[in-house]
């Protein structure tokens, strides 16, 4: 479903797309740099250090068209504080909601970018978040609460699309994990399709699949590493693990042979099936075994020692490159987790976002729809 108004983009700075958290670089080459920039750094100084790059390409208090941090400054100074308190009040009722974000964020930006498609609701089941790959989707109802009290503060400034980005990093650092600046000044996008969200990396993707799916969103495999490191928190539904359980392809014999995933350890596949019985699809278990409610490195080493819990993060576990990562944070580059990860949550949120005015997005006035004018 799109909204019915033009759709023509201008070209200039104004109304762009961002691929990157600069929409002057390339998202490989900013990628690059950024990684450089924040490894020279020591975890003291790693925010500090982000913002430092964010001012030398130009992103900090610069001319709009570009994401920015501290975009509301001016226009809604109240902004990210009440995003904040929002999360606080929906986490005091239900610290669960704090993962949800998460994958709010993370199930919107990987679909035509960071631009709220996946809020939009259609009385015909046909938009984004009607897709199976967002099912069991929280958190909007967060967003919702948020954006009612900024309509309030600042009518028609804060986009939606921004509460998204915000709301996920307040999640982050609610959960024990570190704290960062986004850049804000999305805007809200005009189309949200079922079909779309068929791009969402899937539980049981393979690790080929998993690096195609981050390439084709300008990721590499150190995002792919420490953005699966936010199952560091949450949990997930016996449907997504009973396939290798119970149906895992088996080698030999034909006919379709299916059985348990044999690379998982036997006392730990016994533990699954104790968890998740055959049948029963909707008992949850922690994605990260033995520190589920806690930002920390814990997934990693799980996943390491073959102890993961969906299959595309055990994944990460069978290519050269991804497994090396592994490695490292948790051996010499142990104290540069909690930063990477920050600066790959940037990078994830800068993915297509929609800067600028006129006609290549909106500032929705309700999230759950577009714009009626």
């Known amino acids: 479903m799109y909204k019915d108004i033009p759709r023509s983009r201008p070209s200039t700075e104004s109304g762009t797309r961002s691929s990157g ?22 975890m003291a100084s790693r925010g500090t250090a982000m913002a430092l790059l964010l001012l030398s390409l130009g992103i900090i208090g610069v ?23 929002a999360v ?35 009385a015909s089941n046909d938009a984004e978040v009607d897709n199976a790959k967002n099912q069991g989707l929280r958190g909007q109802d967060v967003v919702d609460a948020a954006k009612a009290q900024l309509e309030d503060q600042c009518p028609g400034v804060v986009s939606c699309a921004d509460i998204i980005a915000l709301a996920a990093r307040d999640a982050v650092a609610m959960t024990g994990g570190p704290s960062f600046d986004v850049p804000t000044g999305r805007r809200d996008g005009l189309a949200s399709n079922l079909r779309d969200a068929d791009v969402l990396p899937d539980a049981a993707d393979s690790i080929s699949v998993l690096r195609s799916r981050f390439a084709a969103a300008g990721l590499d495999d150190r995002d792919l590493v420490l953005l699966t490191a936010a199952h560091t928190v949450g949990t997930t539904a016996c449907f997504f693990v009973k396939d290798r359980l119970y149906g895992f392809p088996l080698p030999g014999g034909g006919g379709g042979r299916t059985g ?9 596949l016994a533990e699954l099936k104790a968890r998740c019985p055959p049948g029963d699809f909707n008992t949850r278990l922690p994605l990260d ?6 930002f920390d490195d814990s997934i990693l080493r799980n996943i390491r020692s073959g102890l993961a819990v969906i299959a595309s993060d055990a994944a990460l576990a069978a290519a050269n490159a991804t497994r090396a990562l592994l490695d490292a944070y948790l051996g010499p580059a142990a104290g540069s987790f909690q930063g990477d990860f920050a600066a790959a949550m940037v990078r994830m949120g800068s ?17 759950s729809a577009f714009n009626t004018n």
């Open 21 to 42: 958290l600069f929409p002057a670089v390339s998202p490989p080459q900013l990628s690059l740099f950024v990684r450089v920039f924040l490894e020279s750094s020591s």
């Open 260 to 268: 348990s995933d044999p690379s998982i350890p036997a006392p730990f």
């Open 88 to 122: 606080q009040d929906a986490a005091a009722g239900d610290p669960t909601i704090l993962p949800a974000l998460l994958r709010l964020q993370f199930h919107d930006c990987f679909v035509r970018g960071c631009d709220a498609s996946v809020l939009i609701r259609s």
């Open 351 to 367: 993915i297509g976002a929609i800067t600028g005015d006129d006609d290549a997005g909106e500032v929705r006035d309700v999230c």
């Open 289 to 294: 075994r033995g520190s589920g409610g806690a």
């Open 63 to 85: 001319a709009r068209g570009q994401l920015q941090v501290g975009f509301y400054s001016d226009s809604c100074p109240d902004a990210e504080d009440t995003v904040a308190a």
